[in-house]
C-alpha cells in the first residue's frame, strides 16, 4: 500500500462536494494538495498520523512513530496557501525544512474533503468530519439541533460552569468568557469565524437574537462586533456569552476523531487496513495563560 493509495482512499471516502461552494472539489484548486514529500508518494505507507496542522512537535512524533504520512487539516507554513516564497528566508522555515527532510515522509492536507462530509451517521449519511469530531469530543451529539454539528440545545448550566466544562473536555489550559458568566445557557452555537467582517458578524449576532442563542462556542474572536454585542445585552440583562476556545482547540478533535475512520476508509478501498498503523498526534492547546493576583 503505497502513500498514495492511503490518500486516495481518504478522499474516496469522503464527499467529493465542496461544502463551502456546493460545486464538485476541484483538485487543481482544492487546499488538499501533498504540501510537503511529493516525490514519496509511490513509497509504501509505514504508517499515518493525523493532526490539526504538522507543528515541529508532531513532526518530531511522526518520525518517533515511523510513520511516513502525516495526514494535517491546517497548511504547514503560517500563511494561507502555504506559500513559501514569502517566508523563504526565516530561519523558522529554513529549520522546519530541514526537520522535514529529516523525516523524509509525505504531508498531505485534508481539509475540503473533511469538512465535504464523512460517512459518520448512525445510518452511514454524511457530517462534517471536523465538527462531528468536536462534537463527540464534547459529548453532544445527542444534543444536536437537526444532527447540525455545530448547533445544539445542551442540559442547562451557567456560562462560567460551561467554560469549566469545555475547557475540562477539550484539554484547554483555560479559556476566555465574554458577557454574563452567570447566564444559564441551553442554546450554543458555534460560529464559523468571528473576524471583523460588518455583514457576516452582523448576521451573526442578529441570529444570536432571532434564534434564542444564548452562547456562541467561538473560534476566532475580536474586541469589536459579536463581542461588543454580547456584552451590552448582557448588561442589559438578556443573559448572552461568548466562550472562546480558539480555532486549532475547536477543530483538533476532527482530526483525532479521523484516526478512527481512515481505517474503514482503507478497508472500503480494498487496502488491508491492518498493515498501516493510524495514530493521532495532539498539537496541544494554542494558549496559555497569565492570570491575574
Same mark, same amino acid.
Given at each position: 500500500m503505497t502513500i498514495n493509495d492511503v490518500i486516495e482512499a481518504v478522499k474516496g471516502y469522503c464527499s467529493s462536494m465542496d461544502a463551502f461552494t456546493g460545486k464538485p472539489i476541484d483538485p487543481a484548486t482544492t487546499r488538499d494538495q501533498v504540501t510537503f514529500g511529493a516525490e514519496a508518494l509511490d513509497c509504501a505507507c509505514t504508517g499515518v498520523v493525523t493532526c490539526i496542522w504538522p507543528t515541529v512537535e508532531v513532526v518530531r512524533r511522526a518520525k518517533e512513530l515511523g510513520a511516513n504520512l502525516i495526514i494535517s487539516h491546517e497548511a504547514i507554513f503560517w500563511n494561507h496557501g502555504d506559500h513559501r516564497d514569502v %517566508?523563504?528566508?526565516n530561519a523558522s522555515f529554513k529549520a522546519k525544512v530541514a526537520l522535514l527532510e529529516e523525516w523524509d515522509g509525505t504531508v498531505w492536507r485534508c481539509h475540503d474533503y473533511i469538512h465535504a462530509g %464523512?460517512?459518520? !451517521?448512525?445510518?452511514g449519511s454524511l457530517a462534517d468530519g471536523i465538527f462531528y469530531g468536536l462534537a463527540d469530543k464534547l459529548g453532544w451529539l445527542d444534543c444536536r439541533i437537526e444532527r447540525d454539528c455545530m448547533d445544539f440545545e445542551i442540559p442547562e448550566m451557567l456560562a462560567r460552569e460551561l467554560?469549566?466544562?469545555? %475547557? !475540562?473536555r477539550l484539554g484547554l489550559a483555560g479559556t476566555c468568557v465574554i458577557g454574563d458568566m452567570d447566564a444559564p445557557v441551553r442554546r450554543v452555537r458555534i460560529p464559523m469565524h468571528i473576524m471583523g467582517h460588518p455583514m457576516g458578524d452582523t448576521e451573526t449576532l442578529n441570529k444570536m437574537d432571532a434564534e434564542g442563542i444564548d452562547c456562541l462556542l467561538a473560534m476566532e474572536l475580536i474586541d469589536f462586533t459579536a463581542s461588543e454585542y454580547v456584552r451590552d445585552a448582557a448588561m442589559l440583562g438578556q443573559g448572552k456569552c461568548i466562550i472562546h476556545m480558539g480555532h486549532f482547540n475547536g477543530e483538533e478533535p476532527g482530526m483525532e476523531y479521523m484516526a478512527t475512520w481512515v481505517p474503514r476508509a482503507l478497508e472500503g478501498a480494498g487496502l488491508d487496513s491492518a498493515k498501516v498503523p493510524v495514530s493521532f498526534v495532539p498539537m496541544g492547546d494554542t494558549y496559555q495563560y497569565v492570570l491575574a493576583r
Open positions: %517566508v523563504a528566508g %464523512v460517512p459518520l !451517521e448512525a445510518d467554560a469549566a466544562y469545555v %475547557v !475540562e
